[in-house]
């Protein structure tokens, strides 16, 4: 987009003299009837800044150049991006008061420093501001830069919204990016033979030799039996599942609690956790799965490729883009149990807020192995977070003690580091 122009914009007044007029008069009353020439002297300036104010004419539109960039236009959720906004004076002019504010998308908070830059600018030179945002799930535009001009005395400005060159976009939904959290902990590399399953299928690890059905692959015929003994048989191989995770995020009402006020949400951090999780093992060849339980429940079955990614990418966004849940379906657990495969590897981001939650971690680890990633909102310093994390550290005690693998993630701190506390393997 081009980002320099000379723009007219909208004139208005900034009042910043007004009512100096009456004010000036009250000196100079006062200093004619005590016959104090110094008073006189402050009611004439006053009466001149007044009527200058009255008469000034609107400051020229000026010829700017704005352009931004960013430190990276894909980061992962919860990354801090660096935003440089450069500004010229591209005419032939002194700019003597001039204002930018940076266009924020609405969607990113400024972390440090301050997006708005104030300056006076002459003729072919540059002013930089720089700030920081911290990345959240989503594709997130930048709006228009507000760039205002005033007169020397600031009576009058000049304000235009006008497009910067360069960076328009910090997306964070793409999964097609180099992995950066760790791996499961005791998770067997997506290689064939490393934990077979009891289930006969399409592995290569060696489960054993059937009488031949009607039907079977002509590859799997055992033909040294044929030419020794004269007998059909196939042969069979574990089925390998190894290679298949599926994410299981807690999205009820529950988990829609933050630690303060303004601070993401369990649920909104679970989501972006998955997302992280998901590019990673995507990145190192698993077939990845998604079951959101709770308000607006939805599976996506394991699966791999760039249809695949698109549809995990929509399921976690709905996630992270919805306000706090107000119901939660009924008999969730049946739900989990009909659509997780027994066998397969579970990861499960909850907050582990209740016991519900819990009871949902036990049912999925009766059937197969589960890791859980526990985003923490109780990190508030009130009695109730106080008890609420007691509460809620019993809880993850009894995971623990099951021997299941849990990583506390506590808030302000990036899930690659949290999985390394934890121990699980990079």
Known sequence: MTGGASASGAVRPTGRWRGLAGAA?????????????????????GVALAAYARGVEPPPAASVSVSRTVSDSRPDPGDEVTVTVAVENTGSRTIPALEVADGVPPGLSVTTDSPVLGTALPPGSTATV?????????????EPATVVTRDVAGVVERRVDMAAQSSDTIDTRSVARESRVGSLPATPTPRAGTRPADASGGGVAFRGVREYRRGDPLARVDW???????????????????ATVVLVV?????????PGPGEPTARRRAAEGADELYASLSAAGYRVGVAVFGEGAEWVPPGSGPAHDARVNDCLQRIADDPDSTA?????RAWLRERVPAGVAVVALTPVCDDAALDALHVLGARTLVRVVAPD?????????????????????DLTSRKV??????PGIPLREALAEAGWRG
């Open 224 to 242: 040294r039996r044929l030419a020794r003994t004269g007998e059909l048989a196939t042969v069979e191989y574990h089925a390998d599942r190894r």
């Open 130 to 142: 720089t700030y920081h945002v911290a990345a959240r799930r989503g594709a997130h535009e930048f």
């Open 405 to 410: 693998p849990v990583a506390d993630w506590p």
């Open 250 to 258: 807690d999205a009820r009402r529950t988990a829609a609690v933050a």
């Open 328 to 332: 939660d379906p009924p008999d969730w």
């Open 25 to 45: 008069l009250l000196p100079g009353v006062v200093g004619l009837f005590a016959r104090t020439p110094a008073l006189l002297s402050v009611s004439a300036l």
């Open 377 to 397: 909102p109780t990190a508030g310093d009130t009695p109730g977070h106080w008890l609420a994390a007691r509460e809620r550290s019993r809880r993850l005690d």
